[in-house]
């Protein structure tokens, strides 16, 4: 009887170790595949450590979504394109530029603010889609955010040639060339997840 007991209470003491090790190994289990998920989706993109450094502190939003990892993508290049928009108008605004750099300020402002407004059409569009309409929705976004790169080219082909100020050259540049290169990673993303989808 007592071995009977004893057998038993093994038996127990397994499955209570079993149970409480699964359990604590599956709440371990999401980050390492939310991370891992996420250097595989950024090692797609043209720009694999800014992807990761970008979209990093969302692994855990993100978790193994193509589609919120492409809306995250898209939400941190707007976000970028914003800041990087307004510090350009109130740098156009400085006293002491030369004709040449207002007016390069100026059209880079206008066309920053084009990305930004195409930018801000997809991550909605994105938003409201539904499984009927995915080809035209991915279609549509992949459309924009690709207009929305061309846009932050002309706006680095503006800073071209010797008649600028240098340190202003290199800032702007700088920052543009920094929402094309996440430009480009949410477009990679977006279409990794209609590779994904379709």
Known sequence: ???????SLLIVLSISCCIFYST?????LPPKTN????????????????????????????????KLMAGAALSVTLSSAKSTSTMMLSLSHSHGMKPREVAAMR??????SDS???????????GNFKSSDFEMMISDVQTWVSAALT??????DGFAGNGLN???KTVVRGKIV????????????????ASVHG
């Open 166 to 168: 240098g340190n202003l």
């Open 35 to 66: 991370t891992e998920f996420m250097k595989t989706s950024c090692s797609a993109t043209r720009y694999p450590k800014l992807c990761l450094a970008s979209l990093a502190s969302q692994a855990t939003a993100i978790q193994t979504s193509p």
């Open 178 to 193: 920094n929402i094309a290169q996440l430009t480009s990673n949410a477009l990679a993303l977006i279409n990794r997840y």
């Open 1 to 7: 009887m007592a071995s009977s007991s004893f057998t």
């Open 151 to 156: 846009d932050e080219s002309t706006c680095t």
């Open 107 to 112: 059209d880079c402002v206008e066309v920053l």
């Open 116 to 126: 930004v407004d195409e930018l801000q059409r997809s991550i909605s569009e994105m």
């Open 24 to 28: 604590s190994a599956a709440r371990d």
